[in-house]
């Protein structure tokens, strides 16, 4: 496997080899739930691209940004052992020379406004830009995210359309511990209480998934919020969404793609999570 940090090393090594090319983007202290990807991508892809870029621009907060688990050395062991050929671990500088920018404004509409975007202003134009800027790097055929970040994956669809990027996007479902919890690099800042309390995130959705659609949805978010504040989570948001506009559903009966989202707090760490009710 090799390890390159330089973008032009890579893209001279990459020239005569990109018939077949997949990409994992991460952010590394990477775990199960990223392995999946370059697995799957080693299923369908002769040669396979994971970065390891802890991107500044989609961090709001600088604490979170700061506190991001970092462990290369693991992360390029992890990688080799999983047969992933290539690893990308830029610099900032590399990613983001001095005149560089997007070659069209993205519109995003309401995608960026409602869950994650709501919470996390700037989030969704960091991360469209930066797998848009990978993905000019990297020029692979497809483009390997989880769905665990559900919403990412339909802002990036949507970014991959506006930019008419020749780039399949393939979604592979959450990978989870034992005890339901979806694996996340931030799981491991848990405290041991806090790592109890978090796998409720998990069982609210399913919670939500067993109502739907016979109570109504302010119904199910109510209980569901109610449940994670028992297990001593504080929630963020509980919301039940179209799967394609990612706008609250009202009445259950008129939507055939329905996904429910939440975030809570568990002590200083965020957690995101999601299912699918109906598709
Ligand atoms: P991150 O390093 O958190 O930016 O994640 C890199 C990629 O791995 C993204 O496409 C995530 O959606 C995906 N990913 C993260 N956690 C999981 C998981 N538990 N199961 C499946 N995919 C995941």
Redesign the pocket.
């Known amino acids: 496997m090799y390890v390159f940090h330089r973008a032009d090393a890579m893209r001279h090594y990459l020239a005569p080899r990109r018939s077949s090319l997949g990409f994992v983007?991460?952010?590394?202290a990477l775990h199960e739930?990223?392995l999946?990807?370059v697995r799957h991508a080693l299923q369908e892809c002769e040669l396979v691209v994971c970065s390891i870029f802890v991107n500044p621009t989609q961090f709001n907060d600088p604490d979170d940004l700061r506190k991001y688990p970092r462990t290369p050395d693991q992360d390029i062991a992890m990688l080799a052992r999983a047969g992933c050929h290539l690893v990308f671990m830029p610099a900032v500088e590399e990613v983001y020379p001095p005149a560089w920018q997007m070659p069209v404004a993205l519109q995003l509409g309401l995608l960026d406004q409602v869950m994650e975007g709501k919470f996390r202003p700037g989030h969704f134009k960091g991360v469209a830009e930066v797998v848009y800027r990978l993905l000019e790097l990297v020029e692979p055929q497809r483009l390997y995210?989880?769905?665990?970040?559900f919403q990412?994956t339909v802002i990036v669809q949507a970014m991959l359309q506006q930019t008419n990027l020749p780039v399949a996007l393939r979604v592979?479902?959450?990978?989870?511990e034992d005890d339901g919890l979806?694996?996340?690099?931030r799981n491991r800042r848990l405290s041991p209480e806090q790592r109890q309390a978090a796998p409720y995130l998990y069982r609210a959705l399913l919670e939500a998934r067993r109502l739907y659609p016979e109570l109504p949805v302010s119904e199910i978010q109510a209980r569901a919020m109610a449940l994670m504040q028992r297990a001593g989570l504080c929630p963020e948001y509980f919301d039940i969404v179209d799967g394609r506009t990612l706008q609250p559903v009202v009445n259950g009966a008129k939507y055939d793609y329905v996904v429910a989202c939440a975030a809570a707090w568990a002590g200083e760490v965020r957690l995101i999570d999601n299912v699918t009710l109906r598709r």
């Open positions: 983007p991460t952010m590394g739930g990223h999946q990807l995210m989880g769905q665990k970040d990412q592979a479902d959450t990978v989870r979806a694996m996340s690099s």
